[in-house]
Structures are given as C-alpha cells and as structure tokens.
C-alpha cells in the first residue's frame, strides 16, 4: 500500500520560512517523480514544484521561484520543500504527490499518489 505523508505545515509570520517533508512508503521511491501541489481556501488545487525521479530536473510554479525549493534524499524516500520569504498568498493546504517515471508535468492528472495534506498558514 503507497502512503505520502506530509509533515512540516504551521503558522508562520509573512517573511519567515517553512520546510515541508515528504514521506513515501510501499513504493520504489527513485522511480518517481515527485510534486508539490496546493490549494487554497475557494480555489482549485495548483502546481507547487516538482523534481524528477533521478533529481536531474526541477521546476517552480513562477509565483515561488526564487523562494522555494524543492529537493529529494533518495535512501530516505523523503521529498523536501524549502519554503522562505513566505507571503501570506502562500497561505493553503500542501500537497505532495509521485508520478511513476514522471517528466515533473505541472498537471495533477499526471500523479498517481497523493498525500493527505499539511495546512499553510502565513499571516501577514
């Protein structure tokens, strides 16, 4: 059975910084590609960041560029989302999520597995 596990979600002041983890389990974690995604209260789900299976390629959504960054530790099936300069439009739920052999597509359709969610809270 896969299971994603998100931890690292909180309140947090405007301008400070947050890590997100990932935990995967119940598959081989260095075939997949893996993402961040979020969602807002009253908005649709979106494109956070992802990082291919082999960690060559990573891609932001533009609005975190330069803010964000994502990483991975292949040996501890872990995914990382290094938040700083949070604003309090980042201010959602975070949701990672693996997509077998990925090519890190910002479309949700693309990933098979998904976690439950950490809440983000950035207040201004």
């Known amino acids: 059975q896969v299971q994603l596990v998100e931890s690292g979600g909180g309140l947090v002041q405007a301008g400070g910084s947050l890590r997100l983890s990932c935990v995967a389990s119940?598959?081989?974690?260095?075939?997949?590609?893996m993402g961040w995604f979020r969602q807002a209260p009253g908005k649709d789900r979106e494109f956070v960041a992802s990082?291919?299976?082999?960690?060559?390629?990573?891609d932001y959504v533009d609005s975190v560029k330069g803010r964000f960054t994502i990483s991975r530790d292949n040996a501890k099936n872990t995914v990382t989302l290094q938040m700083n300069s949070l604003k309090p439009e980042d201010t959602a739920v975070y949701y990672c999520?693996?997509?077998?052999w990925g090519t890190g597509a910002p479309t949700e359709r693309e990933y098979d597995y998904w976690g439950q969610g950490t809440q983000v809270t950035v207040s201004s």
């Open positions: 990082i291919t299976w082999g960690g060559g390629r990573t």
């Open positions: 119940g598959l081989t974690f260095s075939r997949y590609t």
């Open positions: 999520a693996a997509d077998r």
